[in-house]
């Protein structure tokens, strides 16, 4: 049984000159459990985001959160409806220490912030890592900060892009467990290339390519997809 919607796509296109990055992409996230856009380099998903979260306004087509219509606007306008993100790059004040980075992401949702910082480093283990400056920490931890600095923002709807690129595996095994915690308690969508982690966690899984929809449903509708498979085993 799935959840309630949260976040319709419809029609979505954007160009960027003669390349269709996105082609009249239609979609539904919902309120329960992880849900995975994959799909191989170039297919759209981490495009598809931008354009979600306002970094990129679409050609055409609509976004709607909660039923409302969210289109074109401002990233920092979406992060206080509650819509939060990462970065396949990580994205934080590396001079600054864990405490504070997760402090100004709170501070950003203006006079209605409460900023409770260690109750969010509890929850993702990360009170020892409190007062060093980012850059002096593991890569893995660091995406771990960054989900803590994006929970920050207290969202109903977190994005993760690629939150396991260039990790070992021991690092791998820590941010997947984080993320599969807090998929219980708030809808996420999560960009990923590890298959392994796909069909580990996800409720439901997108599939995209050349900038559309190809394939969506559960990890056991997926695997059986010859669609699917033709793509990334060449069947």
Known sequence: ME?????????IVKKFGDFVALNGVNLSIFSDGITSII???GAGKTTLINVITGRLKPDKGKVFFMGMDITGMSPHKIVKLGIARTFQIINLFTSLTVYQNVLIASLSRGKNANPDVDSILSKLHLEKYRDLEVYKLPHGIQRIVEIAVALATKPKLLFLDEPTAGLNV?????????????????????VEHDMDVVFNISKRIIVMNRGEVLAEGS????????RVREIYLGE
């Not at 959840?3 to 029609?11: A, K, P, Q």
């Not at 990890?219 to 010859?226: F, L, Q, R, S, T």
């Open 219 to 226: 990890p056991n509708d997926i695997a059986e997809d010859k």
């Open 3 to 11: 959840g309630r919607e949260i976040l319709r796509v419809e029609g």
């Open 170 to 190: 021991n690092e791998k095994e820590e941010v997947i467990s984080v993320i599969k915690s807090l998929g219980s308690e708030i809808p996420i969508v999560l």
């Open 39 to 41: 799909g191989p380099n």
